[in-house]
């Protein structure tokens, strides 16, 4: 990834998500429990809305058109990812521990240079990135100041001791 960043909105920025669920009571516990967030309204049966801060919602999840739905084949477009940003190491590495004591298997971990993700899928199959992001000063950079983001191993042993030691 290389080049200078052009266009743009100023202040701009992405609000929410909303995924359609099989089995809202199930995925609602998954993203309250594991992933750490709270519930911040719900519409019944068929919806519900979820905060890590108190924010209205980050997260919408719902059975409009998909409860007891299967995930959609491989090979096919849609979210590859939705990307849940934690403030710093610990609370990721905190995140990576309940769901290790939940039996929750990660898909990968990598560092980027400018973060630290881990990645899995929901009960419903949707691709989940958690990372933290560094402090932009320590973000590498090539010679003309653009980004220069890698795809290197993540030590998930070492940063879910730190979760562990921040509990």
Do not use: C, K
Request: proline share 7%.
């Amino acid at each position: 990834m290389t080049g200078g960043v052009t266009g743009g909105v100023p202040g701009a920025r992405l609000g929410h998500g909303h995924l359609r669920v099989a089995d809202l009571d199930r995925a609602v516990a998954f993203y309250t429990g594991p992933i750490g967030m709270r519930v911040t309204a719900r519409i019944g049966r068929q919806a519900a809305f979820l905060s890590f801060d108190g924010y209205h919602h980050h997260l919408g999840l719902n059975v409009w058109g998909s409860r007891g739905g299967t995930p959609p084949p491989p090979g096919h477009t849609g979210l590859f990812h939705l990307a849940l940003l934690y403030p710093d190491r610990a609370a990721l590495g905190r995140a990576v521990a309940r769901l290790a004591d939940a039996g929750h298997p990660l898909t990968g971990a990598s560092d980027h240079g400018v973060s630290e993700a881990v990645y899995l899928d929901d009960p419903d199959g949707n691709g989940l990135e958690l990372y933290r992001d560094r402090a932009e000063a320590d973000w590498p950079r090539h010679p003309d100041g653009s980004l220069a983001m890698v795809t290197d191993p993540l030590d998930v042993a070492a940063l879910l001791a730190e979760g562990r030691a921040a509990v």
